[in-house]
């Protein structure tokens, strides 16, 4: 996921959001809502009265396979890639063209935030002794308990203080019923830096996602060890 969060412009509507999915629909020609939802609860003599407010946010488009899929949102644009992956090289270049027709279309007043996440799948083989044999830092279980983990869910969120940018970086076992052979592990890095930039300064935005990409891949591979990384060859 690459990810824009901007300053919209006063009046910008939904119709302009519309337009912009239109003019990509001969490569995406799905299309859906992405709304936003306010929930409220309201307690008073005992009674708990639900309040929910709905409203719409942007528009989804999605390619033929489904397999990339981009939101153009008041508040926004999104490029999701799917599962099988590509790379860097391929999804930036469509990212950054979806990206110049939505600040045509919105015409926002300032990119305020930017950032890169990948969710990657561990399938580890059964029986897994240690996970340490794959994660560099797991969840661990102190020494005078037992010691057999069913889930786990660590988070992490780290800064760098030479480039002021952060990452989310999530680790979490995930339910595989489907097969019995292999426990699924995420691996959940979200990298961002908070910006103030013009839509324009592409090459400084380019930099910037530059940046948080490599930061990406360095957190990916400190994370995990050399037997992990032999599961994606």
Excluded: C
């Excluded at 592409?202 to 930099?207: A, C």
């Amino acid at each position: 996921m690459i990810d824009f969060r901007v300053q919209a412009a006063e009046g910008v509507s939904l119709r302009k959001l519309e337009e912009a999915a239109r003019r990509v629909e001969r490569e995406y020609p799905a299309r859906a809502a992405v709304k936003t939802v306010h929930a409220k609860l309201e307690l008073g003599r005992g009674v708990v009265t639900p309040d929910f407010e709905q409203s719409d946010l942007g528009v989804l488009v999605k390619s033929p396979d489904e397999k990339t899929q981009a939101q153009f949102r008041l508040n926004g644009f999104t490029l999701n890639r799917l599962d099988p992956y590509t790379s860097w090289e391929e999804i930036y270049p469509e990212t950054k063209r979806l990206w110049r027709l939505y600040a045509e279309v919105a015409q926002p007043v300032a990119v305020l935030r930017l950032a890169a996440r990948y969710i990657n799948r561990l399938k580890l083989p059964l029986p897994v002794a240690d996970l340490r044999d794959y994660l560099i830092e797991p969840a661990r279980v102190p020494e005078r308990l037992p010691q057999t983990v069913l889930a786990f869910l660590t988070r992490l969120v780290i800064h760098d203080s030479s480039l002021q940018q952060s990452v989310i970086v999530t680790q979490s076992s995930e339910p595989n019923p489907v097969d019995p052979e292999h426990a699924t592990v995420l691996l959940d890095i979200d990298a961002f830096k908070e910006v103030n930039l013009k839509p324009m300064q592409q090459d400084e935005i380019d930099r910037v996602l530059g940046d948080l990409h490599e930061f990406k891949n360095n957190i990916f591979f400190g994370s995990i060890t050399q037997r992990a990384s032999e599961l994606f060859e």
